[in-house]
C-alpha cells in the first residue's frame, strides 16, 4: 500500500502541475471549468472515500473543452518528462487495451499487467459476480498495475438494451432506439449521467459509447435498437447529449463506429462487413454524427472492422491509412484517441491475422488496439509491435504519438489506481433511473 501511494501521488503531482500550467493558459481567456467536485458529487465522494485519511484527495477537474491534444502544452512538458522515464515496452504496452478472463485476478491477469504493461482492462459481462466480487477484482486490477508508471483505463460496453454488461442490481437501462423516439437530448443527457454514475461506483472510467451510427439499413444484423434512429440529424442531436452526460459526469466516451456501421448487412464479429460507399456519401450521412462530435470535443473515437472499396478497396477502415490517416485525423481534424474495434472478431481474425493487422492499424494512426479475447493473442500483438519498432517498420516516433494522446486523456480525466469503496445497493442510483424512465413513457 505504501508504495501503491508513492506511484500514485508521484502521478498526481505531476498531473497538477500539468493542469496548474494549462488553467493559467486558459485563465488569461477568461474562461473557468468548474470541477467534478461541483458537477459530480458521487464521482468525488468516490475518490475521497478511497483515499487514506492522511493523503490530501486531488480535485478532479471537469473535462475542459479543449481535445486531449491540446491540453498539452506545446514545448517540452510535463509528459513528455514522465514518457522519458517510460520504457519501449511500457509504452507499447499503453497501446493495448485487453480483455480477461473470470470474476477473480489471477496469474495470466497479473503477468499481462507486468509483463506486457497493457494500458487498460475491458470488462463483459462474464468478468462480473456480484457487487462486491465485481468491485474486488477492479481493485484487485488496479493493485496489479501499482509498479508501472500510468493508471489504467478500466473499461466496459455499457450503452443500455441488449448491450449491458453491470451486475442485475441495477436496473435495466433501456437501448438508445427508445431514447431516440422521445426526440428529447435532455432525455438522452440524462441517460449518459446516469450510465456515468453508475461505472463511478464500479471503478469504470471509459464506456466504448454512445453509438453514433445511423440505422440506415433494417437488415443490419448489429446496431439496429443500439442506434438512436434512423437519419443523421436525430442521431446527432441524442448521441451528443449522451456524450455530455457521461463526460460531465467524468466518464472517458468513446464514439462507435467510424465511419459507420449502420448501414451493413453482415455482423463484424462473425465476417467482414463491405459497403459500397463513396466519400461522398458517407460525409452526407455517415459521418455526420462523427463530425459534430469532434467538434464537439470526443474523447476517443473507435473505428470500425468494414470494408469500403471505393474508399481503400486494400484495408478495412481500422487498418486503411486513407480512413484514419487522411480522413478521420484529416479531413475531420480529430486529434484525440482513436481506438480499433476488437482485433479479436472475425472481420479481422479471419481475413488479415491478428497481429499483421494490429501493426497496420498503428501505421495506419491507431493509438490504442482492443484485444479483447486471449491472452496469448494479446502477447502475440504486443511481441509484433515490439518486434515492428525494433526492425524500424514503426518509428519510435510514431508509438510516443499515440502515447502522448493516450497520457493526455488518462491526465484529462485524472485517472487513478485507488481503489474504490464496494457500494452497497443503497448506493445504486436505481431512483433516480426509475424516475428517468417515467419521463420515457
Known amino acids: 500500500m505504501k508504495i501503491t501511494v508513492s506511484r500514485q501521488m508521484g502521478f498526481v503531482c505531476i498531473c497538477l502541475l500539468l493542469l496548474l500550467i ?29 483515499t487514506p485519511p492522511s493523503t490530501p484527495t486531488p480535485t478532479v477537474p471537469t473535462p475542459s ?17 514522465m514518457m522519458s522515464t517510460m520504457t519501449l515496452e511500457q509504452k507499447i504496452g499503453q497501446m493495448i487495451l485487453a480483455g480477461i478472463e ?55 460496453d455499457q450503452e443500455g438494451g441488449k448491450v449491458s454488461r453491470l451486475p442485475k442490481d441495477f436496473i ?31 471503478g469504470f472510467n471509459l464506456d466504448f459509447a454512445p453509438v453514433l451510427d445511423i440505422n440506415s439499413n433494417p437488415n443490419n444484423p448489429v446496431i439496429g435498437s443500439r442506434s438512436f434512429g434512423n437519419n443523421a440529424k436525430l442521431v446527432t442531436k441524442m448521441g451528443l447529449a449522451a456524450m455530455k452526460g457521461m463526460q460531465d459526469g467524468g466518464t472517458i466516451t468513446v464514439v462507435k463506429h467510424f465511419p459507420g456501421h449502420g448501414d451493413t448487412s453482415v455482423d463484424s464479429h462473425l465476417d467482414l462487413p463491405i459497403v459500397n460507399k463513396t466519400t461522398k456519401q458517407l460525409e452526407k450521412m455517415e459521418w455526420v454524427p462523427f463530425k459534430a462530435a469532434i467538434e464537439d470535443n470526443a474523447d476517443a473515437v473507435m473505428v470500425a472492422h468494414i470494408l469500403f472499396p471505393s474508399i481503400d478497396p486494400d484495408a478495412p477502415a481500422s487498418f486503411s491509412k486513407v480512413i ?48 479483447a479475447h486471449g491472452y496469448d493473442t494479446e502477447k502475440k ?22 502515447v502522448r494522446r493516450i497520457l493526455a486523456l488518462k491526465l484529462k480525466y485524472q485517472l487513478s489506481d485507488e481503489p474504490i469503496p464496494v457500494p452497497t445497493k443503497k448506493d445504486l442510483p436505481n431512483a433516480e433511473i426509475q424516475n428517468w424512465l417515467d419521463k420515457l413513457k
Open 22 to 50: 494549462v488553467s493559467c493558459a486558459s485563465g488569461s481567456s477568461g474562461s473557468a471549468t468548474p470541477s467534478h467536485s461541483q458537477s459530480n458529487p458521487t464521482h468525488s465522494s468516490t475518490q475521497a472515500a478511497s
Open 172 to 202: 435495466s437501462m433501456p437501448d438508445a432506439a427508445k431514447v431516440g423516439r422521445t426526440g428529447n437530448p435532455e432525455l438522452a443527457k440524462e441517460m449518459g449521467a446516469l450510465l456515468s454514475k453508475e461505472l463511478n461506483l464500479m
Open 102 to 156: 473470470g470474476t477473480k485476478i489471477d496469474k495470466s491477469m497479473k503477468k499481462m499487467i507486468s509483463e506486457q504493461f497493457v494500458g487498460g482492462i475491458i470488462f463483459y459481462k462474464n468478468n462480473f459476480s456480484n457487487l462486491d466480487g465485481s468491485v474486488r477484482l477492479v481493485n484487485d486490477l488496479k493493485k496489479a498495475n501499482v509498479d508501472n508508471p500510468v493508471p489504467l483505463f478500466i473499461s466496459i
Open 381 to 402: 500483438v504486443f511481441n509484433k509491435l515490439l518486434q515492428a519498432v525494433k526492425s524500424g517498420q514503426i518509428t519510435q516516433s510514431r508509438i510516443d504519438e499515440s
Open 65 to 81: 473543452s479543449a481535445s486531449p491534444s491540446d491540453a498539452v502544452p506545446k514545448n517540452e512538458d510535463e509528459i513528455g518528462k
Open 324 to 371: 484514419i490517416g487522411e480522413q478521420l485525423r484529416g479531413t475531420l481534424g480529430f486529434n484525440g484517441v482513436v481506438i480499433t474495434d476488437d482485433m479479436t472478431m472475425g472481420a479481422i481474425a479471419d481475413h488479415y491475422g491478428i497481429a499483421d493487422a494490429s501493426v497496420k492499424s498503428v501505421e495506419a494512426g491507431s493509438d490504442i488496439l482492443l484485444i
